[in-house]
């Protein structure tokens, strides 16, 4: 394979982006929870759709942040 004849550096100078991953989902799971849990209380006290659209949109947000930090929190670190 034509990889395989690499001069360069990159292979043992390459970071990966873990660390980040982890800080970030860390901070946006509770945020999206808490907002998710406030745009449901508004769309059930004034019944609009517009606050039920926008928890869907925090829900799919606190979802997605809680996978991204169970795969990195399994993967095993360095």
Do not use: N, Q
């Not at 990966?16 to 907002?35: E, F």
């Not at 998710?36 to 942040?65: K, N, P």
């Amino acid at each position: 394979m034509w990889l395989r004849d690499r001069a360069g550096t990159e292979p043992a100078t390459a970071r990966s982006p873990k660390r980040a991953r982890k800080i970030l989902s860390a901070i946006a799971l509770p945020v999206a929870l808490v907002a998710a849990v406030f745009f449901t209380v508004r769309a059930v006290s004034t019944g609009a759709e517009v606050w039920w659209w926008e928890a869907a949109i925090a829900y799919a947000v606190a979802l997605f942040a809680a996978v991204d930090l169970a795969v990195l929190l399994r993967r095993p670190g360095r």
